[in-house]
């Protein structure tokens, strides 16, 4: 089963906005990781935040995490076409004997040029 | 550094045919995970395989099965098709005892069940 719900299911905005994406998730973490996937392939490692840490950016990305709340969102700014995708979060549970990643459900991001 | 590698892209089998899916993982890891992504959903986790043995399972029938060979490439066997198997099948790869580290994905197998 998945570990928690994306918000929304599918954005679409226009090149140049920002886009943010919201994860929610059910049980404690080590660690939340997000993820983008083009065209139903292979999944591309985006930023990994671990559960002491609240805020992480990476380029035009910026993640941030409530564990209180257990939700995470992900910013994109200045967006292009290129970023088109399925973006994912993925959690590491907390107390696991391995680094198994639990997924959620997925935002489909259209970025009209 | 070549990445996370599978085989084969895509593949077509009939109901109750069983296959077969390979996965080399990244240069220096030693642990490969496999993903089961049905149409519109995100990646389930089926199981993990370190030294040759399967560390953790997911909720997955025992029709589901894995080798990992000294080299740490992986197979995913799965028996008695069903037409639900239809998935992107992804395997993952990463080092032991790195819980807080990524995973590092392969492109994927795309299983068409008829």
């Known amino acids: 089963s998945q570990q928690g719900e994306e918000d929304p299911q599918a954005l679409s905005i226009q090149e140049g906005e920002n886009a943010t994406m919201n994860c929610s998730y059910k049980?404690?973490?080590?660690?939340l990781q997000w993820y983008r996937q083009n065209s139903g392939r292979g999944l591309v490692h985006l930023i990994l935040?671990?559960?002491?840490?609240r805020e992480k950016h990476s380029g035009r990305l910026r993640v941030t995490l409530d564990t209180s709340k257990k939700s995470s969102s992900l910013l994109i700014t200045a967006s292009r076409a290129a970023d088109t995708a399925s973006y994912f979060c993925?959690?590491?549970?907390?107390?696991?004997?391995?680094?198994?990643?639990?997924f959620g459900t997925g935002t489909l991001l259209a970025v009209q040029p | 550094d070549a990445g996370v590698t599978q085989s084969p892209t895509h593949l077509i089998k009939t109901r109750g045919q069983q296959v077969t899916l390979r996965c080399s993982p990244k240069?220096?890891?030693?642990?490969v995970s496999w993903y089961q992504q049905a149409l519109g959903q995100g990646p389930q986790f089926i199981f993990q395989y370190y030294e040759e043995e399967e560390r953790q399972r997911g909720n997955f029938p025992d029709r589901f099965s894995g080798h990992q060979f000294p080299n740490y490439s992986s197979e995913l066997n799965v028996n008695a098709l069903l037409l639900g198997d239809s998935a992107l099948y992804l395997c993952?790869?990463?080092?032991?005892?790195?819980?807080?580290?990524?995973?590092?994905f392969g492109p994927g197998t795309r299983l068409l069940v008829l």
């Open positions: 049980t404690s973490i080590n660690n």
């Open positions: 993952a790869s990463s080092s032991v005892g790195a819980i807080q580290e990524t995973q590092y």
């Open positions: 240069s220096g890891h030693d642990t």
């Open positions: 935040i671990r559960s002491n840490e």
């Open positions: 993925a959690t590491g549970p907390y107390g696991g004997a391995t680094n198994k990643l639990i």
